[in-house]
């Protein structure tokens, strides 16, 4: 079946995480060298990202943390600044070459309102958080099959993590689409599991030839 949803994680394959990132290292007071070199072994081990602050900061509570921010009206949510350059033409292309697009992440709901403001063009923006599942829970994948409104077969996922995205994506029968950056992409490159992507692209700019060619 041909493709006619196309629907992208949020995380390294719209948004840059480097700053978010780079903003907990220094708030820890951990030199950024340090925090990224624990987020590699952490992806490494296939454990969740949030085991780095156990790694770095022993006791920290990320949550809390992210309360007390709010309180002073700070947060470390990302915004235009942090868009890859190709995101927002990419998403435009394909809605006017005819394709439903969508966003679902691993993110919490503030994240929907920020992708919009950011300029994003999607004929549906979701959470993690307002779904109630993570990735790469199959349930997660059932929403967007719900979500797409057309089969499993006729949806590519666009995203960067094999363990997240290439796999689950592939297990619910949709067609999936490593990208090719950020630190996830960069350690899971190797994994043999990379091999069940339909696809590998570096920018989005290449996802129309290759979903014509599936």
């Known amino acids: 079946m041909a493709i006619r949803c196309v629907v992208f994680d949020v995380g390294e394959t719209l ?3 480097d700053r978010m990132w780079s903003f907990w290292a220094d708030r820890l ?5 340090r925090f990224f070199a624990a987020m590699g072994a952490v992806i490494e081990r296939r454990q969740h990202h ?4 156990d790694l770095v900061a022993p006791g920290f509570d990320l949550d809390a943390a992210r309360r007390e921010l709010a309180a002073l009206g700070a947060t470390d949510a990302f915004d235009a600044r942090d868009l890859y ?4 033409p990419a998403l435009r292309t ?3 070459a005819g394709y439903r697009v969508g966003i679902a992440g691993n993110q919490p709901e ?5 992708l919009r403001e950011c300029g994003f063009e999607a004929d549906f923006i979701a959470s993690s958080a307002r779904w109630g599942v993570e990735k790469p829970e199959p349930a997660f994948f059932d929403k967007v099959v719900e979500a797409a409104g057309t089969d499993a077969s006729a949806i590519a996922y666009v995203g960067d993590r094999v363990d997240n995205d290439i796999v689950p994506a592939r297990a619910a029968g949709m067609r999936a689409i490593l990208v090719d950056r950020g630190l996830w992409a960069a ?8 091999g069940q992507a339909d696809a590998g692209i570096r920018s989005l700019d290449e996802l129309p ?6």
């Open 209 to 214: 030839s290759r979903l014509r060619s599936m």
């Open 94 to 96: 394909l809605r006017m």
């Open 15 to 17: 948004v840059a995480e």
């Open 110 to 114: 503030r994240a929907e309102p920020a």
């Open 29 to 33: 007071g951990v030199p950024r060298s």
């Open 85 to 88: 350059p190709d995101a927002v």
């Open 50 to 53: 949030r085991r780095v602050f």
């Open 187 to 194: 350690v899971q490159a190797t994994w043999p599991e990379a």
